[in-house]
Antibody, heavy 121, light 108 residues
């Protein structure tokens, strides 16, 4: 069974930093690309970042480009999201997401339970 | 960026009724790049339909997807109590990947 478990969420002040982790199991992590998707309270879904299986290709949404960094450690079956210069509008549940097939242009068939990040003074 | 507009915002129906949800794209998209998700309160989204009309693993056949170009539809043939939720369409054919704003299906 595929499992994605996020950790590292919490309360942070505007301008602060936070690092999310996602522990993957139940599949061969190193062969799949991965994504982060977020959802602000009471709002819809927003894709924010993609990383290919070997970390050679990375994409970001304009809303986080230059502030967030996605990375992965295939030896540890883990995905990360380093979030810097956080803003109030970054408050959201952050989901670690695996696509149905490896590659950027694929739908998401496995989601973690989400990690809540709250940016507030 | 392809903008997806979902309508209606809220659909009020009774169990057993048919639900028809719309997703309109700001420009023509490939049918192979349109998905639908269901999300219940406090849960992560669940993939229902991909490539506009293919059901994901384990999804009941009362869920069906159709459409092409700029207009796509998710149909729930007979609503079951567990189907009352929020539904999102998703375009994954070009960068950036985008989602619609969602349609809430509520019990009338």
């Amino acid at each position: 069974e595929v499992q994605l478990v996020e950790s590292g969420g919490g309360l942070v002040q505007p301008g602060g930093s936070l690092r999310l982790s996602c522990a993957a199991s139940g599949f061969t992590f190193s062969t799949y690309s991965m994504n982060w998707v977020r959802q602000a309270p009471g709002k819809g879904l927003e894709w924010i970042s993609y990383i290919s299986s070997g970390s050679g290709t990375i994409f970001y949404a304009d809303s986080v480009k230059g502030r967030f960094t996605i990375s992965r450690d295939n030896a540890k079956n883990s995905l990360y999201l380093q979030m810097n210069s956080l803003r109030d509008e970054d408050t959201a549940v952050y989901y670690c997401v695996r696509p149905i097939l490896a590659g950027y242009y694929n739908p998401f068939d496995n989601w973690g339970q989400g990690a809540l990040v709250t940016v507030s003074s | 960026e392809i903008v997806l507009t979902q309508s209606p915002g809220t659909l009020s129906l009774s169990p057993g009724e048919r639900a028809t949800l719309s997703c309109r794209a700001s420009q023509s998209v490939s049918s192979s790049s349109l998905a639908w998700y269901q999300q219940k309160p406090g849960q992560a989204p669940r993939l229902l339909i991909y490539a506009a009309s293919s059901r994901a693993t384990g999804i009941p056949d009362r869920f069906s997807g159709s459409g092409s170009g700029t207009d796509f539809t998710l149909t729930i043939s007979r609503l079951e109590p567990e189907d009352f939720a929020v539904y999102y369409c998703h375009h994954y054919g070009t960068s950036p990947l985008t989602f619609g704003g969602g349609t809430r299906v509520e019990i009338k």
